[in-house]
């Protein structure tokens, strides 16, 4: 595996789907949207100044002023070591209703509390991922409110492809590392979750969070059930959304 996705790394490879390849819109759909000039994943400039071929994941800004601040970016390291895909050191912050998401194959979403996005958000989100984009979405500190919120989002956004749970035996646990297991620091920990399109994964969401936070700054699990081995699993994620 980690030949393959450094030989992907080579080609320059940010292409995570396109058409006739597991794509959920129609042919003519996507003529029309080639005919418009529409972005498709990932296609991208390179932002900040860096070379062409360095994976960027971007830290979304979502419902007005919401931000991914405390969701580490440690996992970037790690998957360069072990993966040989070329990483930014650091997430880039977009604006979800923005057309600069399609600049990344890889959008972070966490908080807590409520949100609600606007109309413009969901439909940027929908085309994002219809494209050939993923969402990592993760519960900030568990927060029941914002989970609440998540759903309630995922089923606006995706009304026929509803939020399901990822069985284990699901290629994203078995890229980069063979993952058996998700640990928590207490208790039996959620299943991950997330939205298929055209048989692809597009969206994973963790209620009780892949946020690490051992990596980050004043931030804390604040009481939640954090996953302990998100490093693992969010290095996956990386590598699937780039090889899928």
Known sequence: MRAILAAATALGLLVIAVAGQGEAESTVDKKDDKAAGAAVVPDAKQSGGEPDGIVQVANLVYAG????RCFSDHFLIKAEQESEIS?????HAVKLSSEDIYEFPLLIMTGEGTFRLSDAERESLRRYIRRGGFLLASAGCSSSEWDRSFRREMTAVFPDEPLGEIDMDHPIFHTVYEIKELRTKHGTPRPLAGVSIGGRLGVVYSQ?????TSHTE??????GNEIYNAIEINVNI?????TY
């Open 65 to 68: 002023t919401k931000s991914s």
């Open 218 to 223: 004043g931030c804390c699990c604040c009481g």
């Open 87 to 91: 990483t930014s050191r650091r997430f």
């Open 238 to 242: 990386l590598a699937y959304a780039m």
């Open 208 to 212: 009780d969070g892949l946020n690490d």
